[in-house]
């Protein structure tokens, strides 16, 4: 009975442990590159919910070509706030993927 219980709590231990990667927990839309001239600007803004983000660069398992989209781009993704950041609206994104049509 002992080992039995062990079993089970080893098992349960492992599948509660375990997450899932690179699940979206928000939608976006790219609506296009940042051409502001100053030291902090660059890259893309980002709309997520009511407020304009900016990123500067995709995740390296990313399969967005942003140089070659036309937008706005609707998106699938995960971030958060860059804490190194120049500018306060400066994000990290950790995850992000063209976002399907409906």
């Known amino acids: 009975m002992k080992i ?3 079993i089970s709590l080893i098992l349960l231990t492992t599948v509660f442990a375990c997450k899932k990667e690179n699940i979206p927990t928000d ?7 940042d051409e502001r001239l100053c030291l902090c600007c660059g890259g893309w803004f ?6 304009t983000y900016l990123f500067d660069q995709l995740p390296a398992d990313s399969k967005l070509d942003l140089a070659n989209e036309t937008f706005p781009v609707s998106v699938d993704l995960n971030w958060q706030h860059d804490p190194d950041a120049c500018l306060p609206e400066d994000i990290l994104v950790t995850y992000i993927s063209k976002r399907q049509a409906d």
């Open 4 to 6: 039995l219980l062990l």
């Open 27 to 33: 939608t976006g839309v790219i609506t296009g590159v």
């Open 46 to 51: 980002i709309e997520i919910g009511d407020s």
